[in-house]
């Protein structure tokens, strides 16, 4: 064989093993993409994102590996969600991701892409789903039950605190189902013998001059209902109640551990894992008409003993029994 016949076979083969793997890349099928749409900043729940993507991990999908995320955040401004659905609508992501008040936006949004919701309150009521076991259409989710337990967690406060008799509640007005939540805080309230004064907050400012007023109004306590945006604001609703010295009860654990009183509620890390899993059963080919919403059954009361302290209340010790953490 010629030098020059030898020099042309081996650029041959050359030239083939580089080709041969790039072309071998390019028929391989595109990287499915979740789209994540949140009603708050991505600052605000990193441990939220992590026991996502551990839900993700627990079904054999790895963001970066073999799944890509579209992350959406409307920083607060629930008027954003839903031209951020309509861009994951654009994106063709595989499955839509939709927290709390981002669910009707995605909803709204497209009746062809999955779409895995987290719900405060019964999404059958919410008219998100036909039913619980088989939700129809293109929505499953997580039914947190934190409306329902509303109730409950003013009982608790006023166990923890016994004095108490007048309560401020605040709500996030962009939150749709605060007009149930007051009915179930009424009628636990007249139940205890408490009285209610009701404000509302969706914004920093708005916070400030709620707390501004109980200078005048004096309440002995503060019930925080439950949204994103005040899980997002839990630093600057501690450092009011403690300036303010008032126990502060709320449904969001992050609340309690930033200083407030208090939190009942379910347990927001398994419900984001859950639904982690359920995006990638959907990936696998799963429909959300045969995903049965889940129901929420861990709930966790916390308590913060610093807190407790500091506002010179003695915490039962049977409510301390009760308490799956207390924060020293």
């Known amino acids: 064989m010629r030098r020059r016949e030898v020099i042309a076979l081996l650029g041959g083969a050359t030239a083939s093993s580089i080709l041969w793997p790039l072309a071998a890349r390019a028929q391989q099928?595109?990287?499915?993409?979740?789209g994540l749409l949140e009603p708050t900043s991505p600052e605000a729940f990193a441990d939220r994102l992590r026991a996502?993507?551990?839900?993700?991990?627990?079904?054999?999908?790895?963001?970066?590996?073999?799944?890509?995320?579209?992350?959406?955040?409307?920083?607060?401004?629930?008027?954003?969600?839903?031209a951020l659905a309509d861009e994951l609508v654009r994106r063709k992501v595989a499955v839509m991701v939709a927290v709390a008040g981002a669910a009707f936006a995605a909803k709204a949004a497209t009746t062809t892409i999955p779409i895995v919701f987290i719900a405060a309150e019964d999404p059958v009521r919410l008219g998100l789903v036909a039913s619980l076991a088989r939700p129809g259409g293109n929505l499953t989710g997580i039914n947190?039950?934190?409306?329902?337990?509303?109730?409950?967690?003013?009982?608790?406060?006023?166990?923890?605190?016994?004095?108490?008799?007048?309560?401020?509640?605040?709500?996030?007005?962009?939150?749709?189902?605060?007009?149930?939540?007051?009915?179930d805080v009424e009628a636990a309230a007249r139940a205890i013998g408490l009285q209610i004064q009701v404000y509302h907050a969706g914004t920093d400012r708005e916070i400030?001059?709620?707390?501004?007023?109980?200078?005048?109004?004096?309440?002995?306590?503060?019930?925080?209902?439950?949204?994103?945006?005040?899980?997002?604001?839990?630093?600057q609703l501690a450092i009011l109640a403690a300036r303010h010295s008032i126990p502060m009860a709320s449904g969001a654990r992050a609340i309690a551990e930033a200083g407030g009183l208090m939190s009942y509620g379910s347990d927001i890390l398994d419900a984001r894992r859950q639904v982690g899993v359920y995006v990638g059963r959907i990936l696998k080919g799963a429909k959300p008409a045969d995903l049965p919403v889940v129901q929420a059954s861990k709930f966790e009361l916390v308590i913060n003993l610093q807190t407790a302290r500091a506002l010179g209340l003695t915490v039962p010790p049977t409510l301390l029994a009760r308490a799956d953490e207390v924060i020293e």
């Open 52 to 82: 996502f993507r551990q839900g993700l991990r627990d079904t054999g999908y790895v963001e970066g590996e073999n799944v890509a995320i579209e992350y959406r955040w409307a920083e607060n401004q629930s008027d954003r969600l839903p």
């Open 29 to 34: 099928p595109a990287m499915p993409v979740i």
């Open 208 to 235: 400030n001059a709620v707390f501004a007023t109980f200078v005048r109004e004096r309440p002995d306590a503060l019930f925080v209902g439950i949204g994103p945006f005040f899980t997002s604001r839990r630093v």
């Open 144 to 183: 947190q039950f934190n409306e329902e337990l509303a109730g409950k967690r003013l009982e608790l406060l006023r166990e923890l605190a016994p004095g108490v008799t007048r309560v401020a509640v605040l709500f996030d007005p962009a939150v749709t189902t605060t007009e149930t939540t007051l009915r």
